[in-house]
């Protein structure tokens, strides 16, 4: 069985949660399963280095029956091999590779060639992207609310603070209508101007946050992913058009469509002692409008 040559086309970007398209090759996993590539997909599948947003739940169906979606992984294929994501080598949109949407279903699979109809679970889709969008509004409060905890100009972000979140993020974790976000400040963010002792009274930083945070949601925000085509592994930009400005974050996951879809979003921080410095944890919660 020939590989595809060229990327999924993805519609998820755009909130699509539905899609048609041809089965183009079926890979056996172990324990009875396989994965499914198609030339395009409406189905979001988790990133293997930056597994940010999980895989979106759903069905494939065909004409045979339906098949619902157990994993969405990232595939690499290169020299011949797919790639699937733990055992994916490189990062998404490395160059020489070809970048697909693996859905992983329980045999027997659909066939190569057949035409398939791809529907996402829309209620969980919805929920992951109201915490997605509420995990990029928090990671700029947090900068905003640090803002004078640096001693030296640093990069800033979109919005011309110190880029806390960018130079110190460790891991992201989008849930549904949440996020968990973890910072590492160590000796790295101390030599780039970052004073840990910012960090001491905790429940003014998260006042900080949550006050920028409902300004933001009470003013509401059109919210798009930019991007220069529908491949799978082409950039993606996160744009919100707040009152301080227009944003933009690197990101390949999926957002609502206005910050207004929100009616708030609070953190609860946290810091806990690591070796060689300070572990900063920031729990998100969206409630929706
Ligand atoms: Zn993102």
Do not use: N
Request: aromatic share 4%; glycine share 8%.
């Amino acid at each position: 069985m020939t590989l595809p040559a060229t990327d999924t086309v993805v519609t998820y970007p755009d909130g699509a949660t539905a899609s048609t398209g041809t089965v183009l090759h079926v890979e056996p996993l172990a324990e009875g399963r396989s994965a499914v590539l198609l030339d395009r997909t409406a189905c979001h599948p988790v990133d293997t280095a930056w597994p940010d947003q999980p895989a979106d739940h759903g069905t494939l169906t065909t004409d045979q029956g339906a098949h619902p979606i157990v994993d969405a992984l990232t595939g690499g294929i290169h020299d011949g091999v797919l790639h699937l994501g733990a055992d994916l080598p490189v990062r998404t949109g490395t160059e020489g590779w070809t970048f697909v949407v693996a859905h992983v279903v329980e045999d027997p699979p659909p066939a190569v060639g057949a035409a398939v109809r791809v529907d996402v679970d829309p209620t969980r889709r919805a929920a992951l992207s109201a915490g997605h969008t509420a995990c990029h509004l928090a990671a700029l409060a947090l900068d905003a609310a640090l803002a004078e905890a640096w001693s030296k100009p640093a990069p800033t972000d979109a919005l011309g603070h110190p880029a806390f979140d960018a130079l110190a993020i460790e891991s992201s974790r989008i849930h549904p209508h949440g996020s968990t976000d973890t910072y590492r400040i160590g000796r790295s963010l101390r030599r780039k101007g970052f004073t840990p002792t910012a960090l001491d009274d905790l429940a003014a930083v998260a006042e900080r946050v949550d006050a920028q945070l409902a300004q933001w949601v009470a003013a509401g925000g059109a919210v798009r992913v930019d991007r220069a085509d529908d491949a799978f592994s082409a950039r993606r930009t996160w744009v919100c058009e707040l009152p301080a400005g227009r944003t933009d974050i690197p990101c390949g996951g999926t957002h609502l469509r206005d910050v207004a879809e929100l009616s708030g979003v609070t953190v609860t921080l946290a810091v806990h002692e690591v070796d060689g410095g300070l572990e900063l944890t920031m729990e998100t919660v969206a409630t929706a409008a």
